[in-house]
């Protein structure tokens, strides 16, 4: 299987919740339909409204979820039934071929298909600066950062996805999309998210190591950070 992420923009006419609903339902089961093996759903809806602070812009008009499928194949003759799917019912697409890597599966609250996820996830849309090559940018992320964001926040679902190659016509540059859960209280409490309730020390060292290792293979000014909802349709493979 490989795996494809389709980042979705709706109209600025278009109501969050209902295109939230319309993602998880008539479409997912249009795509569903069409043979995905695998489909996962994220959306900025008002389940996660509170975590707006969260938020970090720098694509304009910046994406509102992504649509997660695993397929037998991501070649163009084969994905086209996919793509006609989505393009007919979002305002924008854009579509990448991903590895994924799970470095923190969600054993804690797993979804159950058809349901929102406990919490809210929070997508990451990253660009390698150009002061790194593309192994030394892997090198930081992947064997570096990976324990410090295990270690300094209370994520119960880690997802690197890298991008391979872009399957649009003029799709954003990413070199990579990230998926981390939390629990819902981190949506306005940085001590829930850094795992440091109750303990100002914790919170701080936590934050500075956060920070510090970010800032060793991310630009600031050049990431998105958009808090969703995510819903599982469909386990990959089952």
Same mark, same amino acid.
């Given at each position: 299987?490989?795996?494809?992420?389709?980042?979705?923009?709706? $109209? =600025? #006419?278009?109501?969050?919740?209902?295109?939230?609903?319309?993602?998880?339902?008539?479409? @997912?089961?249009?795509?569903? $339909?069409?043979?995905?093996?695998?489909?996962?759903?994220?959306?900025?809806?008002?389940?996660?409204?509170?975590?707006e602070g969260l938020r970090q812009t720098a694509t &304009?008009?910046?994406? #509102?979820?992504?649509?997660?499928?695993?397929?037998?194949?991501?070649?163009?003759?084969?994905? &086209?039934?996919?793509?006609?799917?989505?393009?007919?019912?979002?305002?924008?697409?854009?579509?990448?071929?991903?590895? =994924?890597?799970?470095?923190?599966?969600?054993?804690?609250?797993?979804?159950?298909?058809? =349901?929102?996820?406990?919490?809210?996830?929070?997508?990451?849309?990253?660009?390698?600066?150009?002061?790194?090559?593309?192994?030394?940018? &892997?090198?930081?992320?992947? /064997?570096? #950062?990976?324990?410090?964001?295990?270690?300094?926040?209370?994520?119960?679902?880690?997802?690197?996805?890298?991008?391979?190659? $872009?399957?649009? #016509?003029?799709?954003?540059?990413?070199?990579?999309?990230? =998926?981390?859960?939390?629990?819902?209280?981190?949506?306005?409490?940085?001590? @829930?998210?850094? /795992?440091?309730?109750?303990?100002?020390?914790?919170?701080?060292?936590?934050?500075?190591?956060?920070?510090? $290792?970010?800032?060793?293979?991310?630009?600031?000014?050049?990431?998105?950070?958009?808090?969703?909802?995510?819903?599982?349709?469909?386990?990959?493979?089952?």
């Open positions: 299987m490989e795996k494809i992420i389709y980042v979705v923009w709706r $109209s =600025e #006419h278009a109501n969050a919740e209902e295109f939230s609903r319309h993602l998880r339902t008539r479409l @997912a089961d249009k795509l569903l $339909s069409l043979g995905a093996r695998g489909l996962q759903v994220n959306v900025a809806d008002e389940e996660v409204r509170a975590a &304009l008009p910046q994406m #509102h979820g992504t649509l997660s499928l695993w397929v037998d194949s991501a070649i163009a003759a084969f994905r &086209l039934p996919f793509d006609q799917a989505i393009e007919a019912d979002v305002a924008r697409m854009a579509c990448y071929l991903v590895t =994924e890597s799970q470095p923190i599966r969600n054993t804690r609250f797993p979804p159950q298909n058809g =349901e929102r996820t406990t919490g809210f996830s929070q997508l990451a849309f990253l660009k390698r600066p150009p002061r790194l090559t593309h192994e030394a940018w &892997l090198d930081v992320w992947h /064997n570096r #950062h990976t324990q410090v964001a295990i270690d300094t926040q209370d994520n119960f679902l880690y997802v690197q996805n890298v991008v391979v190659r $872009s399957l649009t #016509h003029a799709a954003p540059p990413y070199d990579a999309i990230v =998926e981390e859960c939390f629990p819902a209280a981190a949506m306005t409490n940085p001590y @829930a998210f850094f /795992n440091a309730i109750d303990d100002e020390e914790k919170l701080q060292r936590n934050l500075q190591a956060m920070m510090e $290792s970010c800032a060793r293979f991310i630009d600031f000014d050049k990431i998105d950070v958009l808090p969703t909802s995510q819903y599982v349709l469909k386990t990959p493979g089952l």
